[in-house]
């Protein structure tokens, strides 16, 4: 049964489409020469190498877990909609569009630039595939609708459904839409390379900003940077506007392989995840990990000496805990990391039993943060 509160967001959108030492300022602010880093790769400090990559054997040992019921919901396709469109291309451009109203919301934009783009789903099989949703540039965030959304391919051209949308429901531009070019560089670079990601968010949050313009980068202060930390951040230099496609492989590079965030220097953050819930957690984790760090300099006149930095004995600790920061409590009343020296204990012993094994439950927390900040938006336009 669907909850009344997402019913309420449903008819909400279907109006939108109307280096080990002493720690020393000087260690923390040596710069990486690697784009990726894996911390127990090196002795070095400061702080987790500015980069952190994560681990493809942790990732590959993961076991699955079972993830809550849908907690996302959208309204049914209109009737002509339906016909320019598949229900899946129109239930990812409400969840983009609602995506972009947040952004709003939190003051992840700035005036009519930024991105979030979300790969179309079936798309890659398409002759010009695949193909991605972002915002028509010139309209603002808190103007995007599910309608007003441009598709467009790697190349950055637009794709025109087969039946054109009628101009009542592109109401802001009813034109063919305008493709920012920095937009599509960045957004189609990643796009094209990392085949995991379905969701990329890039935005000007103004403290997110101002630690990318620093030498330390994200400081492992606290435990919303180590969820970053632990998603992967790497780092990728200053080359001036985004609008030169000789900087995609640069930026592809440093990204790297499967770390989810990064920090382009004297310029901002990009997250790039496999769902826009996904992407919406990570990025909301970066910015407040930032504005931490800024107010927490700031309290101290910027002298890294009086701050809490943690020693690579307790990154680690801190990294390994945040591997099972979606746990939920499992069912016997113990912690899966208990059932775990239990289940050791009886292999130990010859005594396993596989049928008795605790299941890992994870929370879906990218999805409930998601549907929260759905909430805030719904309350926050029946307020204007």
């Known amino acids: 049964m669907v909850d009344q509160s997402y019913v309420v967001l449903a008819s909400l959108v279907s109006l939108m489409t109307a280096p080990q030492v002493t720690i020393t300022t000087e260690a923390l602010i040596l710069k990486t020469q690697s784009p990726v880093f894996r911390p127990h790769d090196s002795p070095l400090l400061s702080p987790l190498r500015l980069s952190h990559a994560v681990s493809s054997s942790n990732a590959a040992a993961r076991p699955a877990a079972a993830i809550e019921e849908k907690l996302n919901f959208y309204p049914p396709i209109p009737d002509d909609v339906a016909q320019s469109m598949s229900p899946r291309e129109w239930e990812q451009r409400c969840s983009l569009a609602v995506a972009y109203r947040i952004a709003y919301i939190h003051e992840w934009h700035e005036n009519v630039f930024n991105h979030i783009t979300l790969k179309v789903e079936g798309s890659d099989d398409a002759p010009d595939g695949p193909h991605f949703l972002l915002n028509d540039f010139g309209i603002g965030f808190d103007e995007i609708t599910a309608c007003n959304l441009l598709k467009v391919n790697l190349d950055g051209m637009v794709v025109e459904p087969v039946k054109p949308l009628s101009s009542e429901r592109r109401d802001v531009n009813p034109g063919k839409g305008r493709v920012f070019k920095p937009g599509y560089v960045l957004h189609s670079a990643i796009h094209a390379a990392r085949h995991d990601v379905h969701a990329v968010w890039h935005g000007h949050d103004l403290d997110a900003s101002a630690i990318s313009q620093t030498k330390f980068g994200i400081l492992p202060l606290s435990q919303e940077a180590t969820y970053c930390l632990n998603k992967g951040v790497s780092y990728h230099p200053f080359e001036g506007s985004a609008n030169d496609l000789s900087e995609q492989p640069r930026l592809v590079a440093n990204l790297g392989p499967q770390n989810q965030m ?9 997250v790039a995840c496999p769902t826009i ?21 700031s309290a101290v006149g ?12 307790t990154m680690d600790e801190m990294v390994r805990r ?6 939920a409590p499992s069912a016997d009343g113990k912690s899966t990391t208990q059932n775990k020296i239990a289940s050791d204990a009886e292999v130990a012993e010859n005594v396993s039993n596989e049928e008795n094994a605790p ?3 994870m929370h879906d927390t990218p999805g409930l943060m998601f549907a929260y900040g759905g909430e805030v938006l719904k309350k926050f336009l029946e307020e204007i």
């Open 262 to 270: 990064l920090m382009l220097e004297d310029h901002g953050p990009i």
């Open 359 to 361: 299941k890992e439950v």
């Open 277 to 297: 819930e996904e992407a919406f957690a990570g990025m909301y984790f970066l910015n407040r990990a930032c504005k931490y760090q800024v107010k927490s300099l």
């Open 322 to 327: 945040m591997e099972k920061f979606d746990e």
């Open 302 to 313: 910027g002298d890294l000496n009086k701050i809490h930095i943690p020693d690579s004995n």
